[in-house]
């Protein structure tokens, strides 16, 4: 766990802007003059107009479907901008935010399930960065991952702390590292929601005077180094679950941008470099290297998605990284017998030469990687 | 530093020609050259100096924190004037690939040459794209380029069959360092493929050149080990006072001097009879990380300390002579006494360029103090020099008592980098 990345500041704004005036518009029942009516059908998503100007934008929602229906707001890279969900048939709803010039999507999803209806809409005023179709793209499948990565984690983290909930420690021990694997692939985004890491993924000496230590460590510690759960480390487990819940559904309103992700990726090797070399993160367990595995995972999961802009703009820089990452997952290699499974040696085993050979190998990759986003954004 | 001078110690060993001394030099003769005959010296002696004065009234290159020039026939940072900070690294290639090695060794002469005039990395600390990584680390920002040299080595393993096609190329003179008795080294304070010996005047401009150079070579080069030394153990100025080591005495007496081309040609050059091929003009390079038992050094008598060495504590005169740099009647000393068993002339005349520089890495763990000696030591070939004379060294002298070696390294360090176009290792690789 690290400070927070990405635009976290940005990100936290936009959620309380869109609470706060989400809270107003319920107020407004959608009268509004200058609202953009949308009409939700079960087969359509009708907008009055196609062009707005930027600053706060009303959406005055119909269904006159016969399903219950949710709408979004959705940046081009899939971030949610706004929402509202169970929106009944032959109800009205208003849903508002705070948007900046650029194209945005207007999403009906009839019967809450699937891609939904898409209608793209332009607003315009006020100045943004520009992005490129294939930058979108890039940022859009990144979304995708991330969020799938959460929709991973939720029933392996059930298994855990359902194990440790009911004092199952040798169940819980077995699935500790794999319920961890979703989250250290995307860890700076989920680090982005600054209130979420510490409650999850924070180490023991992380913690502030009274901060009360909850989350996977906490477990860890209970499981490996006390080797027993009592009644309070059976309360922490659903906690855990929860706080998981809560970056499952947030997670997706994360502010990502091509240059976000190319940092991010550096970052994920940041994690290693820092935490997972050193054997500090995962002190009691030792599965050190089943996170470090999945940092860099996460992190060729960005460059693989910005490869195609930066090998235009910095084609050395890109083989240089196919390189890296190649010999490091190779040398990673040496350390599981079954290159399918994510059953690692155990790090307490891993000796003071292979460490320093892993760390040369992390700084080989992360020095290049660092150049990333300014290949991207060239 | 102030009044005095510090010095090298454990090497008056080696023979060294003398760093005059003597009278309560100025701080500034003691930095830099102390005369202008010294500087016309240097330039003779192939631009590997500080390239100081352009007046009438010579600044000192330390003051002036003046760029020693990169370019020449031996590299800088040999013959030039010792500066009074070291940053030394010794670097694993980790690359397999010689293309990529080739290509490491040109952007790090690119990098020196630019870093050793005073000038930043690449596109510099700031100014770049806000999303990128600056090219330079930015410490060294505003900063003189206080005499910064910067010197290349390849070890011995470089040169290992099925690396880079070099066994062939390993030139004779590079052997592995016998085992001495009463060496304790630790492999990770020993070897390595390569070394980059940066000094400078300033602390800060050595440590930014290093990290700089270990950023770049990431992916194809790691860092083994590096140490930090301030106090210059030996000058090659013979002008200026003779500096003290830790143990306080006098190092570096008779060091030979940057100007002095004879002795360096004798002695430190690798020259066309050595029929060395790419090391011409080169050296070899020995470094040795000596461990000090300060604290019981310290509760020794005076009169075994000066027994020890062969010298007085005050003012470095050998036993029976009352100034520094009378000459010394060995058999005056004690057999064992270091400045006898160092000297010249009880090892067949074998001379070495000294430039070590006193360390300290805080303490121990035991409350010790973790300091000595890293000594360094230029010669046109070991087994004439460096090893015949540590062997005596390590049978006999009776410092060994107080201090013990416990990292090692031996590198040819190939000639200058001749220009623009040229870089280091090019006529090693062609």
Redesign the interface.
Known sequence: MRAVRFSVATAAATVAALTAVTGCAQKSDGKGDGALQVVAKDDACELSKKKLPAGHVELAVQNKGSKVTEVYVLFPDDRIAAERENIGPGTKATITAEVKAGSYNVVCKPGMKGEGIRQQIEVTGGSVAKRSPEMDKAVAEYRTYVQAQADETLPKAKKFTDAVAAGDIEAAKKIYADSRLGWERTEPVAESFGDIDPKVDLREDGLEDGQKWTGWHRLEKALWHDKKLGAEEKALAPVLYKDLLDWQKRVGTAEITP?SM??GAKELLDEVATGKVTGEEERYSHTDLIDFKGNVEGAEKSYELLKPIASKNDAALTA?LDK?FAELNTLLDKYRKDKSSYEFTSYEKVGKADR?ELS??V??????L??L??AV?K | MSEKTQNTAVDEAAGATAETGGRAPSRRALLGWGGAGLALGAVAAGGAVAAVRTESDAVPAADSGAAVPFHGPHQAGIATAVQDRLHFAAFDVTTKDRAELIALLKEWTRAAERMTAGHAVGDGAYGGLAQAPPDDTGEALGLKPSRLTLTIGFGPSLFAKGRFGLEDRRPESLVDLPKFPGDNLDTARSGGDLCVQACADDPQVAVHAIRNLARIGMGRTAIRWSQLGFGKTSSTTPDAQTPRNMMGFKDGTRNISGTDTAALDKHVWVGEKDKAGWMTGGSYLVARRIRMHIETWDRAPLQEQEDVFGRDKGEGAPVGKSKERDEPFLKAMLPTAHVRLAHPDSNDGATILRRGYSFTDGTDGLGRLDAGLFFLAYQRDVRKAFIPLQRRLAAHDALNQYIQHVGSAHFAVPPGVRDKDDWWGRALFS
Not at chain 1, 363 to 368: I, R, Y
């Open positions: 240059t190319a940092n240089t890296r320093k040369d190998a700084n080989a990759l992360a020095e290049p660092s150049k986003a300014a954004t």
